[in-house]
């Protein structure tokens, strides 16, 4: 069977027993502090799970994109070494809320592997929870018997906390698990030692292919365990070892989800994969391709679903993802050039009929990991220079300072890995305790920046169905639910989360609205203030950062919420704003303008979009007129509800790559011809209400995305004013002028003759001084001696006067001094053949500069220092005398 082939008959034999299929979420997760990346199958189901959202159906099956390269499951340094990790994977999975059990998901489990994929029954083992006496959790009796009564107890086996007891974080839904292996070893093998004793064993042929979790439990913050409001059953089955299971092979890499990619891999870099065609996990250039066909997928995926690389959270993850894969190409296949983009497209074909997102948007994603690999290409060559620089400071056979290894890293970009190659080829270490103690004090410095400590939840009272009710009012009465508390960097927080409201939680781009919550407590009514609403999983957190409120929560569950309306009018012009602008880029720049991200609050709207050029002050002239067009015309705002998603696009309604849409979503429209959306966020009635739109910026986010922000209203009418009465100051100044553009070119053109006028002289000046030191030149042996104080127009003449002077001597010892802005400068120049002999021009000059209470420092051949008395500048020079 073909993988596509493989994956239908999951699909298919899991609706003929009842199942919904639904499509994977994005790789990014969304509405979840807890996660960075979906990272199980079962991430986008959470809440069903905890009670707090209601499923499409009881019984749901899919296939899952998912990704496991931070946190608790992380997999990243082991890919290309092994067969079977790997960063982004397919899990296969099978759902139950609150449905069957284990009875129907062990017997179905049973059936599809040995009925529908024929997989050999005597080669597959299961493994059924021991119990844990600190947990309270028994053996799984049930669990046992089933399994006996398929296929016998001497291929069961009982395994630990570890092994069967699944969690998915340090809280949240959790249960037993029984997981189902299969041996691939050889009959030779199999003969020598049972595959019982591999199980768990990291054995590449004998591996874990599905997992069935009985989801019974909730992991509070305590770490105790609470029964959930029901059962349900979480499966996951790794696609890529099915595959491998299935087609015979005995690496993942060998299946054709991989063999596509690497094949092209090969004629690319001109070198073949494994050894005779067998497999080598330990030839480099076997694992730079599992490498690269690896994290191709991951970062493909990842920039489809939204997520780009960047220098921060998930977009670092992928950044460092993605230059891992160049690093390795560029290491042991000779790749030079940008190579992970032309293969992009064959990974777009490949799955177009089961992600299409990716062929979408292949030429989006191709073009921003092109631009990904030729900057961190420019940053190799930067590096290495770096780590020439570095290599000849130090002595034969030394060690390169775990710092200076670090600062490479962490400041550079460059690998670890590979300064340590590059070391061993040049005979030197690098000190890898230092790197360590460098790397874990930055990971310490990085928790605690980010340290976040919640309390379990305080039920207050019993909630029904959530209702938001803030499309239609600001004002409303409800009900506590519950409430904990969060301590954070900035204090401690209140997380009250409320049976209905009319706060807008975060989401869409759109920040949560802020309020407050009066609370009757006794006679008199407490205000409580609320600072922002988060929206986690699928509840709205209202956060406060008000004192002790612990006993008014838990007493008065009652309370009328209130939004702040001024913030929340301003939120909505900007919001509304951004679905014109949107429609307006589309019409001047073209329809490939797809959102990539946006962000609205009560003072700006700033929008990220697909697109590989600056647009233009014309282009963005274009579209503000467009856009106070469409606010002039004074549209009415019409939003559907519950509209199939496949009629919504249809009638054209743009929507989001990287955002999950159900069956049914919400439109919202101006102007059916124009502006139409797949939105839930909140929006003015009118588009007059927004009185004015104003460009304020255009910029690059990151290779093929452009960021541009906007004000209106008030902010943009503040703008015009302030525009007007700069217009008007610069009329006075030039007497009345007025054609003021005119007039200030003019001053502009006058400007740069004098600036060149003065750059001649300067120069002039430059070359008296030059010759009058070279008249000065004191001979102490071979070596010529220059030093002296000077008079320079700025650091840059200093640095040029010192290099023309070495051009003009042989074995020379050059020190100068100035004083810029009234603090000394000092610059040390020496020969190469000094160089040679050890010499060092950045330690000379660190000695320098304590005569003038600084500091510098430099190469060996040139260094430069500063300081903060000028009045030791002539002693400085002296030492320098000294020196030599």
Known sequence: MTSHEIRQAFLDFFKSKGHLIVPSAPLVAKNDPTLMFNNSGMAQFKDFFLGNGTPPSKRIADTQKCLRVSGKHNDLEDVGFDTYHHTMFEMLG???FGDYFKKEALAWSWELLTEVYKLPKERIYVSVFKGDEKDGVPFDQEAWDI?????GEDRIILGNKKDNFWEMGDVGPCGPCSEIHIDLRDQAEI??????????????QVVEIWNNVFMQFERKADGSLITLPAKHVDTGMGFERLCMAIQGKKSNYDTDIFQNTIQVIEEMCGKKYGINGTLN??????????????????VSFAIADGQLPSNAKAGYVIRRILRRAIRYGYSYLGFTEPFMSRLVPVLAEQFKDVFPELKAQEDFVTRVVNEEEKSFLRTLEAGIKRFELISAQTPAGGIIDGEVVFELSDTFGFPVDLTALLAKEKGYKIDEAGYEKALAEQKKRSRQDAAKEATDWVEVSEGGDFEFLGYDTLEAPAQIVKYRKVKTKAGEEYHIV??????????????????ELAVKNQESVVRINIVDTKKENDLFVHISRDKNLDSLLTSGSAVVASVDAHRRQNIMRNHTATHLMLAGLRKVLGTHIVQKGSYQNDDITRFDFSHFAKVTDEELKQVEDIVNAKIRANIPQRTYVNVPIDEAIKKGATATFGEKYGDFVRVVEFDPQFSVELCGGTHVPTTGEIALFKFTSEGSVSAGVRRVEAVTGEKALEIVSNQATVISQLEVLFKGQKDVVKAVENLISEKATLLKRIEVLENEKLQQTKQSLLAQVENKGEISVIIARVEVANADALKSLVYQLKEQLTTCYIVLGTVLSGKPQLAVMLSEDLVAQGKHAGNIVKELAKEVKGGGGGQPFFATAGGSDASRLDAALEKAKTIL
């Open 94 to 96: 099978n759902w139950s």
């Open 147 to 151: 399994w006996k009564g398929m296929l």
């Open 191 to 204: 003969d020598l030692k049972s595959g019982k004793e591999l199980v768990n064993a990291d054995h590449p």
């Open 281 to 298: 996990t330990t030839d480099y250039t076997d694992i730079a391709m599992r490498v690269i066909a690896d994290h191709l997928r991951a």
């Open 498 to 515: 409320l049976d209905r409201t009319p706060f807008y939680a975060e989401m869409g781009g759109q920040v949560g609205d802020t309020g």
